[in-house]
Every structure is written in structure tokens, then in C-alpha cells.
């Protein structure tokens, strides 16, 4: 039976518009639950949430998996400057703590490293000895960028106990970050214990540095062993039921922040997609022909460990999914195409992209990106990709927001939104139509993207 494809993606286009629910699951994610930290109650309320809908999209077999997390919270971080020994007067300076950093509880006199870079190590190396050094996050410019991870190693390797880490944006905001390198193993032990400090406490930090004065760092933390959630729910093909399609979000935050951009964005997507979709089958009869899954994963934000037990539990052995598709950040800037972890349905996607007649473009990445949920995917050798959002050609200026309280649902814009739901539809519905001969075959080998992990090691992805 051949498929009429405009009056298909006349409605999708209609439905992902006009029958709407974008709103709804951003009130409910950012504003009813809020943050959810993966292994806390609002992160499984929000699974359940997620859950329920697609229970009401009528998908098949929609569950949540519970999955083990090494996880870790914080109390409150302050830092104080020391004068003769004793607390000097002046207000407390806020602090936050880097993602998994040990407790802190230690004082030392302040050292202004710059951006860490080996010379300007090499130029108060005598003073870094049981130093707190003060270093910004970001790389430093027209050298070749060396990861923070990196850069922190070497402040431990010559002594310093702690790092102030100086947040890039301004306005006293600071965001979580994180120290470790998530390209080996979700390595989640710390080079050194680092906190942040905004770019505005961090400049008068650096005058108190010039200034040879003491300081007092406080920030309190534990890791423990909890359980994260992950959902699911499946869409059936019609024509070939064993062979898949994968699409997925996160559904987890950092603590303190709505995850509006990060990620309540990509969950709203994957939840309207599986909605439209399934209603396509209910009213006009029109199913994939492939399978399509739906995921949506907890601890993202707590190095990738969701997506990881996702594809542990579920692809340890057999045949692998044709293509995994991941969300992230969709408020960033409205969609422009597709990029590839790998090459090799390169021509497949752009041609398919060039059916729908929207000038959306397929382009490959040149290195391995641990950043989002497609890495343990990629890593597994599942072809991944990710909408092209944002990159090179300028995100949405307000909408610079991921792991910081400001991420809030008023930076993300539903109308982008509908336009994701209903492209990225019509994209999905096409790939499952084609027969499983006219996918080229998977080659991808376990051995050698973990040959090319370790040769990129120490660089700084592009995109990042
Ligand atoms: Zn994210």
C-alpha cells in the first residue's frame, strides 16, 4: 500500500500545532514538579507523569525501569576570608560545589593560576603547595583548549588542595559543572575538590589573591547509593515489529533548577511525538512500519548513568537499533537538521530529510560527544544523532540556560517546539517506512570507537 504522504503530513504538521500538550507537560515538569534530581521523589513523579501519558496516548507496554545510582547531594557552600588566622569581617561568599565533589571543609591562602594552562602554573608553582587556586572554567582562548578536568589535575599534581572555579557568565549566576571526564567510564571520582564562585566574586577573589590573603572554604557533601528511573513505551511497527527506531530525552535536572531548556524541552518532544504518532494510527489507520520507541531517561545530569543501564538492560547482546535519536536543550533554537555520530547513514538521512522539502540538513560529528544520553548509545555502537539546534549559528540569547535556577519554562518557546514535534514526526514515520534492505549496514565496532575515545582524550569537543 503506497502512503499519501501530504495529507500525512498535512495532519501531523495540524496535530503537532493544534492539538498541542507542549504547555501542559512544561507547566507540570517545571512549574508543579520542578527540579528533579534523579533518585529523589520529584524526579519519580515526574517519571510517573511521564508515564501516565503515555499510557493516555494509548502506547503499548508503557513502564518505568528503575535502574541503581551512585548519586550524591549537597548542604550549603560558603567560602570566608582569613585574616590572622581568624574569620575576617566582610559578607560570606557563595559557593557551589562541582557535581560529585567530595566534602570540602579546609582553609589556604589564595593562588590566581589564570586558566590553569601549564605556563601559568609554571609562574607560581612555588606558591601552589596547600593553595586554593583560583582558575577560570573556561578554556583559555587561542591556545588549544585543555578540558577543565584536565586543568585541574594539574593544580593537584602541584599541590594545590582546592579550586575556585570563576563561572563564565555574570550577574552572580553560577551553574553546576562538572570536574570529571564523562568520555572514559562516567569516571565520577574528582581531580581535585573544586567549587565555583560567580565571575564577580571570583574578581574580587583574584584581588584578595594579589593581596596574599587566607581563605576558608565550607561545602559539605556525601555520595550514596539510590535508584534513578528511566520510561518507556513503544509504538509497534506494522511491517517489521522486531526492527527499531529509538528516540529519547532526559527527564532529570541538576538540584535547584526547573530544567525548562534542560531537558522539560526534549521530554515535552518525545511525549508529543509518541502522542501524535500513535494518534496518526488511531485516526487514519497509518502506523510505522518499524517499531518506534520512546524513552525517557533519569540521571543524565549525574554522568549519563540512566542511558547507560537503559542500554546495558536492554542491548547487551542482539540486534541493535537502526537509529537512536537523542533531545537535549530543544529551547536553544529551533530545529536546522540532523547530525550523526557516525557517518554512515549520512546519505540515507539526507535524502529522507529532502523528502520533506524543509531545507534541513544532515552533518556528522567529528569527534565522540559525551555531553547528552547518545553517548552510551554511541559507545555501544547504536547509530545516534542529535537535532542540529544551535551551533555555529547563534543560540537563542535568552534562552543561555541549563544548570542554573534561571532555567526556567518562560525561556523555552512552545511554537519552536510544535515545529520539532511535527518535522522530527514526519522524519520518523519516513525512516520506519523504509524497508530494513535499504539500511546500510551497521559496521560500527565496540573496539574501535573505544580506540578513537582514547585518541580523543584531553582535547575540548568543538561544540562544547
Ligand atoms: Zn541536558
Known amino acids: 500500500m503506497s502512503l499519501d504522504w501530504a495529507a500525512i503530513d498535512r495532519w501531523l504538521m495540524g496535530e503537532a500545532w493544534v492539538g498541542s500538550q507542549i504547555e501542559q507537560h512544561l507547566a507540570m515538569l517545571c512549574q508543579r514538579i520542578g527540579p528533579r534530581w534523579s533518585s529523589s521523589d520529584d ?61 570540602v571543609d579546609l582553609r589556604g591562602p589564595l593562588v590566581d593560576v589564570g586558566f590553569g594552562m601549564p605556563h601559568e602554573l609554571s609562574a607560581v608553582r612555588d606558591q601552589l603547595p596547600g593553595a586554593i587556586a583560583i582558575v577560570n572554567l573556561s578554556p583559555e582562548p587561542f591556545s588549544t583548549p585543555k578540558p577543565l578536568a584536565d586543568r585541574l589535575r594539574s593544580l593537584r599534581d602541584a599541590g594545590a588542595v582546592a579550586a575556585l572555579v570563576v563561572e563564565r557568565k555574570s ?89 525548562g531548556n534542560d531537558n522539560a524541552s526534549g521530554t515535552s518532544v518525545v511525549l508529543e511525538l509518541a502522542r501524535v504518532l500513535s494518534l496518526l494510527r488511531q485516526e487514519q489507520g497509518v ?6 520507541r520512546f524513552l525517557t531517561f533519569g540521571a543524565e545530569e549525574q554522568a549519563l548513568q540512566g542511558s547507560y543501564a537503559y542500554v546495558a538492560r536492554h542491548h547487551r ?55 547528552s544520553d547518545w553517548f552510551p548509545f554511541a559507545r555501544r555502537g547504536i547509530p545516534s544523532a542529535l537535532p542540529w539546534r544551535w551551533r555555529f549559528v547563534g543560540r537563542h540569547p ?31 514515520l519516513r525512516l520506519s517506512q523504509l524497508p530494513p534492505a535499504e539500511w546500510p549496514a551497521n559496521m560500527l565496532c565496540v573496539d574501535d570507537i573505544e580506540a578513537r575515545l582514547k585518541d580523543e582524550l584531553g582535547t575540548v569537543p568543538r561544540t562544547m
Open 287 to 292: 502506523a510505522p512500519g518499524c517499531s518506534i
Open 171 to 259: 550577574g552572580g549566576r553560577m551553574e553546576y559543572h562538572s570536574a570529571t571526564e564523562w568520555r572514559t567510564s562516567g569516571e565520577l571520582e574528582h581531580p581535585l575538590p573544586s567549587v565555583v564562585t560567580s565571575r564577580e566574586d571570583g574578581a574580587l577573589l583574584r584581588a584578595l589573591a594579589a593581596a596574599g590573603r587566607r581563605f576558608a572554604i565550607q561545602a559539605p557533601s556525601r555520595t550514596y547509593r539510590a535508584a534513578g528511573t528511566n520510561t518507556v513505551a513503544d509504538l509497534p511497527g506494522a511491517h517489521w515489529p522486531d526492527e527499531w527506531l529509538v528516540i529519547g530525552a532526559h527527564h532529570d535536572t541538576v538540584p535547584d533548577s526547573p530544567g
Open 317 to 371: 547482546t542482539g540486534p541493535l537499533p537502526r537509529l537512536a535519536l537523542n533531545l537535549d536543550e530543544l529551547a536553544a533554537g529551533p530545529i536546522k537538521g540532523v547530525v550523526l555520530q557516525f557517518p554512515h547513514l549520512r546519505p540515507l538521512i539526507q535524502r529522507t530529510l529532502d523528502t520533506l522539502g524543509e531545507g534541513l540538513q544532515c552533518h556528522v560529528l567529528a569527534h565522540l560527544d559525551a555531553s
Open 43 to 103: 524526579e519519580r513523579q515526574a517519571a510517573a507523569y511521564i508515564c501516565e501519558r503515555m499510557e493516555a496516548a494509548a502506547l503499548a507496554d508503557a513502564r518505568l525501569e528503575s535502574f541503581p545510582l551512585d548519586t550524591w547531594e549537597h548542604g550549603p557552600a560558603t567560602g570566608t576570608v582569613i585574616a590572622n588566622g581568624q574569620v575576617a569581617d566582610g559578607r560570606p561568599i557563595d559557593l557551589l560545589p562541582l557535581l560529585y565533589c567530595p566534602p
Open 398 to 428: 535568552d534562552a543561555d540556560f541549563h544548570h542554573e535556577p534561571g532555567d526556567t519554562a518562560d525561556k523555552v518557546r512552545p511554537r519552536e517546539l510544535r515545529e520539532y514535534v511535527g518535522l522530527l514526526a514526519r522524519l520518523l
